[in-house]
């Protein structure tokens, strides 16, 4: 990701709180982490304040059935590989255990 120069203007008391925290070495990186907390925030207050819902039905035809149905099947299958995974090299023992995990 580039970075691009900005000239910005902030109170000097402010300036001088924040290297208070960081140092003056770290205030672009403090400004960087608050700017996008900020972003963050307000995104997730947008999106709460919605009127849309944030589930749609169709977009998870796994659950069609209801999500009991799907828990079910995901504890069998992650059974069925705990029999193989006991067989197979620790290696792959991380993988075959967190692939039933894709489906829901």
Not at 16 to 30: K, L, N, T, Y
């Amino acid at each position: 990701m580039g970075s691009q120069r900005a000239h910005v203007v902030l109170p000097q008391d402010l300036i001088e709180e924040i290297d208070s925290v960081v140092g003056p070495r770290g205030r672009s990186a403090f400004l960087v982490e608050t700017a996008r907390a900020k972003l963050r925030r307000r995104k997730l207050l947008s999106f709460l304040g919605d009127d849309q819902p944030a589930w749609n039905d169709k977009d998870h035809p796994e659950l069609a059935a209801g999500a009991d149905v799907c828990v079910r099947r995901v504890r069998s299958e992650m059974d069925k590989r705990a029999q193989g995974i006991r067989q197979t090299p620790s290696s792959k023992r991380t993988k075959l255990f967190l692939e039933p995990f894709a489906g829901c």
